[in-house]
């Protein structure tokens, strides 16, 4: 059972584009979403962050909307740059334990 | 500097050989983690240590073991490897409790043959 979602699996925006990466939870104890991203070749290192009492959390051009009634979020890169082709995981936290999605692979083309 | 290193970072093996993937940290850092990933699952948690000798199951453990004898140091221990335990996996530390900040080497990628 999957308990963390993502899609699109992959993505492919334009330049300059804003692109939209979805993810939803099942669990309503988790009260922590935090972000990675991952470079072929590297460990996921984290992005942005926010905690299930927010609904918004920006970060220069990076921005989470969470919507804790439909156990929903989303993560908007505005002004999407070649450099940020990427994979992107969606995880969750209750306590110690951090439960990751399956990832959103994003190609920005120039 | 903050940094897990693993090694080694590439290994082949062949079916029914011992594995040992290790893990170490510089952040004194209490809780570690071992999770390995996959195309098209993601990152799945095989085992979260809390300290010392305090060790507990994550999602996947079957065939695997762990062992901490040092707040800095985590392994992963394969006994009698299987060609589905080919995967990458990655070990992460944790820096504060209830939040996702996790610190993870760049991997351990393993074949099996």
């Known amino acids: 059972q999957q308990q963390v979602r993502q899609s699109p699996q992959s993505l492919t925006v334009w330049e300059g584009e804003t692109a939209i990466l979805n993810c939803s939870y099942e669990?309503?104890?988790?009260?922590?979403f935090p972000w990675y991203q991952q470079f072929p070749g590297e460990g996921p290192a984290l992005l942005i962050s926010i905690r299930s009492v927010s609904d918004k959390k920006e970060d220069g051009r990076f921005t989470i909307f969470f919507n804790k009634r439909e156990k929903k979020l989303s993560l908007h890169i505005t002004d999407s740059q070649p450099g940020d082709s990427a994979t992107y995981f969606c995880a969750a936290n209750m306590g110690y334990k951090l439960t990751f999605g399956t990832g959103t692979s994003l190609l920005v083309d120039p | 500097d903050m940094k897990v290193t693993q090694m080694p970072r590439y290994l082949i093996k062949r079916m029914g050989e011992n594995v040992l993937l290790e893990c170490g940290q510089d952040?004194?850092?209490?809780?570690m983690y071992w999770y390995r990933q996959d195309p098209g699952l993601g990152l799945q948690l095989i085992y979260i240590s809390y300290d010392v000798d305090s060790n507990s199951e994550g999602d996947i453990p079957k065939g695997y073991r762990v062992s901490r004898k040092k707040r800095e140091h985590f392994s992963l221990i394969l006994d009698s490897a299987k060609t589905n335990q080919t995967s990458v996996y990655f070990c992460?530390?944790?820096?504060?409790?209830?939040?996702?900040?996790?610190?993870f080497g760049e991997g351990s990628k393993l074949t099996v043959l």
């Open positions: 669990d309503s104890t988790f009260n922590y």
């Open positions: 992460a530390s944790r820096g504060q409790p209830n939040t996702g900040q996790l610190y």
């Open positions: 952040m004194s850092h209490e809780t």
